[in-house]
């Protein structure tokens, strides 16, 4: 639903991205600006978390079809706006002169040209049944049909095990009204679930608005999400990675399955496991196991020695003359 102060807010600048972007645009801006400002990131952090609260009210409305093209359409008004009939009735027309064609009376019937300029507040308000146009006082739906209730924007935070796997939450509406709320499966840190018909109740008996719900998901200290996959670091030991070796490695919320890491296996690849990613309706994802290779941080005297007299057999090549050379084109 618009909102009075979409006349004020530039949802584009807010993003940082043109008027023209693409879905794919606003989305990849959003989740950059949301990374950054997110409460979670910031604790305690007031300016953040102002920031946070404009970047998702700007994706709700630009990532909404519907949404964005009305928005598009009143921020095209708001430097004000008149209507004039073609061929003369311009700024020295009156309401009868304007729209008296269009309701039959007057003259033969007439088409008009919305032009920038003038000040529209109190024809469009009586046209549509009072109150300033973008204001919450429920949807239009056609002459004389009843109007849609406003919607609603609520907020939840989950913890990430719930988010992945779906759960059935119960939130409280603004006048204190308990609702079930089921949150899918795989629901994503910043995406927004339409729970239709729980906003605002129509002024008319027309149909009630929507809760527009965003959701915020809590970091896990082990797991990421990486689209449907779970992704996390493993370290191994450096003898672990060179000779070989079966591991464990944890699941979320599930029993640790085991991985074979091969001989010479470096740090920074990628050990798969099918199937044990997030699953959703639309597909499962994997689990992806970054191998990191484990420093010791201390050594005997004698484990010291032998790993010189080791390291004295290895072939005389350095590991970084590739990349010293890469670097000088």
């Known amino acids: ?28 801006a959003y989740r950059k600006l949301a990374r950054k400002f997110h409460p979670d990131q910031n604790p305690g952090d007031a300016a953040s978390e102002a920031k946070f609260k404009d970047i998702s009210e700007a994706n709700s409305v ?53 032009q920038q300029g003038g000040d529209y507040d109190d024809l ?14 429920g949807g239009y739906r056609g002459f004389g049909g009843p109007s849609r209730g406003r919607d609603v924007t609520a ?26 709320v089921r949150i ?35 970091k896990h200290p082990v797991f990421e999400r990486d689209g449907l996959n779970l992704r996390l670091t493993v370290p191994v030991t450096f003898a672990e990675a060179a000779l070989g ?15 074979r890491v091969a001989p010479g296996t470096p740090s920074g690849r990628v050990l798969r496991v099918k199937g044990r990613g997030v699953e959703t309706s639309k597909g499962t994802g994997d689990l992806l196991a970054v191998v990191q290779i484990a420093v010791p941080s201390r050594l005997s005297g004698d484990a010291e020695a032998k790993l010189k007299a080791f390291a004295a057999e290895l072939p005389d090549e350095n590991p970084r003359d590739d990349l010293i050379a890469k670097a000088r084109g």
């Open 1 to 28: 639903m618009a909102s009075q102060d979409w006349f004020d807010k530039d949802f584009y600048q807010v993003l940082g991205v043109s008027k023209d972007a693409s879905d794919a645009d606003i989305k990849k």
């Open 62 to 114: 630009l990532s909404d079809a519907e949404q964005r093209k009305e928005y598009d359409a009143i921020r095209a008004m708001g430097s004000g706006a008149r209507f004039t009939a073609p061929g003369g009735a311009g700024a020295g027309g009156g309401f009868e002169d304007v729209f008296g064609g269009m309701f039959g009376q007057g003259g033969g019937r007439q088409s008009y040209t919305f």
């Open 124 to 137: 469009i308000g009586g046209l549509f049944g009072g109150g300033r146009f973008g204001q919450p006082t």
């Open 155 to 180: 907020t939840t935070t989950l913890d990430f095990i719930t988010a992945t796997k779906g759960e059935q939450i119960t939130l409280q509406t603004a006048e204190g009204k308990p609702i079930t």
């Open 184 to 218: 899918p499966a795989g629901v994503a840190d910043g995406q927004k679930i339409r729970l239709r018909g729980k906003g605002h109740p129509s002024p008319d008996g027309g149909e009630s608005g929507d809760i527009i719900l965003t959701v915020n998901v809590r």
């Open 245 to 259: 070796a079966t591991i464990q490695v944890p699941t979320l919320g599930g029993d640790p399955v085991k991985l």
